[in-house]
């Protein structure tokens, strides 16, 4: 994580889509566009606040339409 940035990077071991649900402190309220498939995924967010707390959690489907979803987890941003 940046001050206003947070980069997620993970790998699936097959081809699948990727989102990211995020939000402020322990809410998931936002998602990204799903991705095409692929093994590695990296998805970023910009534009937040420096020294906040967000909670991210990394998503997708497979080619047979197999959801996958990780654990929610707490990120914090940098202070300036």
Known sequence: ATTTTIS????????????????????LTNTTAETGFATSHSVVVNG????????????????AGNVYQGPQQTIRTRFF
Do not use: M
């Open 8 to 27: 997620v990077v993970w790998t699936t071991n097959e081809p699948a889509t990727a989102q990211l649900k995020w939000g402020l402190g322990f809410t």
């Open 48 to 63: 937040l606040n420096p020294n906040t707390v967000y909670s991210i959690q990394v998503t997708g489907r497979d080619a």
